[in-house]
Structures are given as structure tokens and as C-alpha cells.
């Protein structure tokens, strides 16, 4: 199957600060990526979707200047969670689709705690 | 009603037994589906897709699409202890969205 990889796979920031996480798709063209977060015993929980070269859909209740997401490439998506604090502390995972029918392949996910 | 619905369990079967997952969807449009396990503390893995309606076996997975109903279900045969995870059902429309449900708890008893 195709191959999506995440950096860091985790991650420990002071409040405040910025952390950036990438997502990549290792052997196929991802024309979509999506963004999910997920806490503890919880259900997935969709960010927002990015297409290549376009600006991100962030769904309802998601802050699009909180989370900053780039994807400047077929292969690369960045997250960015800006003046993090302890509640954004999660585990964030990323997903890869390369056409609007196909499966979508996850990447092994970043645990960020913002202490 | 939720786009995509899930028993949530926990289901408990024995190990060898047959484990039955079930999914209902809403949007009648809906052309993809697909089956995903998670471990607990990891991202989702795919198991299986399924595009037309009938059955669709992988080794001790099948997957079983009946859009007029719109249900889609997956069976695990000869369950083992290491299939214990969250399956979790995704469904894409033609616009491109994909909608997963909040997953079905499985545990495998030795």
C-alpha cells in the first residue's frame, strides 16, 4: 500500500509557542490531504482538507489562524498549531488521497503536549 | 442522523469465531467504501475498499456492499486476539468527501 509518513512523532512545546508538523506521501501524488486530531478514547475528528495549490477547507469550529495548513506540493502538507496551549494537546494525524474515489492513507501520527 | 453510523460497542467475540461489523451510510450517492482498523494509540490502517455491490474477500476479511440498502458491512473470520482494535467505516461521495464513522470497539478473547 502507499506510504504516508509524519514528522515529529511527537513533540513536547512550551505554551505559546508554534509547532509545525509535516505529512508526506512517499510514493504517490496526494492531490488531497486531510488533517484530523484525535483525543484520548475518541473518535477521529476532521481538521480540515487541503488540496494542492489551494487553501484548506477547515471544518466548522476548527480556528483556520490556529492552525495554519500548507500544501504547496503533490507530496508535502504542513500543520502549524500557532501560540499552542495545553487543551490543543492531542494526537494529530494527517491522510493522504491521491484521486477524489481512492482510499485514503494515514500517516503514523504526532503526539504534541503543550505543557 | 449521522452521515455515517457505527455500532459503537464493544463487541466481544471468542478467538475463531466470526466477527460481523456493520455500517449504514446516508448519502445515496455514495460510491466508495472502505474499512479501517486502529489500534489503540495509532493512526488508522487500511484494510479494505469496496466500489460495487456484492462481496469482496481479502484472506480472512470480506467486505459486503449493498448500496440499496445502504449498508456495508465487514466480516472477520477466525478472529485472533491481534485483530482487537477499532474498525472504523469511511464513505466517499462523488463530490470527494469522505466521511468516516466513530468506529466499532472489537476484542478478541482468547
Known amino acids: 500500500g502507499a506510504v504516508v509518513s509524519q514528522h515529529p512523532s511527537w513533540v513536547i512545546c512550551k505554551s505559546g509557542t508554534s509547532v509545525k508538523i509535516e505529512c508526506r506521501s512517499l510514493d504517490f501524488q496526494a492531490t488531497t490531504m486531510f488533517w484530523y486530531r484525535q483525543f484520548p478514547k475518541q473518535s477521529l475528528m476532521l481538521m480540515a482538507t487541503?488540496?494542492?495549490?489551494?487553501?484548506?477547507?477547515?471544518e466548522q469550529g476548527v480556528e483556520k489562524d490556529k492552525f495554519l495548513i500548507n500544501h504547496a506540493s503533490l507530496t508535502l502538507s504542513t500543520l502549524t498549531v500557532t501560540s499552542a496551549h495545553p487543551e490543543d494537546s492531542s494526537f494529530y494525524i494527517c491522510?493522504?488521497?491521491?484521486?477524489?474515489?481512492?482510499?485514503?492513507?494515514f500517516g503514523p501520527g504526532t503526539r504534541l503536549t503543550v505543557t | 442522523q449521522k452521515e455515517v453510523e457505527q455500532n459503537s460497542g464493544p463487541l466481544s467475540v471468542p478467538e475463531g469465531a466470526i466477527a460481523s461489523l456493520n455500517c449504514t451510510y446516508s448519502d445515496r450517492v455514495s460510491q466508495s467504501f472502505f474499512w479501517y482498523r486502529q489500534y489503540s494509540g495509532k493512526s488508522p490502517e487500511l484494510i479494505m475498499s469496496i466500489y460495487s455491490n456484492g462481496d469482496k474477500e481479502d484472506g480472512r476479511f470480506t467486505a459486503q456492499l449493498n448500496k440499496a440498502s445502504q449498508y456495508v458491512s465487514l466480516l472477520i473470520r477466525d478472529s485472533q486476539p491481534s485483530d482487537s482494535a477499532t474498525y472504523l467505516c469511511?464513505?466517499?461521495?462523488?463530490?470527494?468527501?469522505?466521511?468516516f464513522g466513530d468506529g466499532t470497539t472489537l476484542t478478541v478473547k482468547p
Open positions: 469511511a464513505v466517499n461521495t462523488n463530490a470527494g468527501k469522505s466521511t
Open positions: 487541503s488540496n494542492e495549490g489551494s487553501k484548506a477547507t477547515y
Open positions: 491522510s493522504a488521497r491521491e484521486q477524489q474515489d481512492y482510499e485514503q492513507y
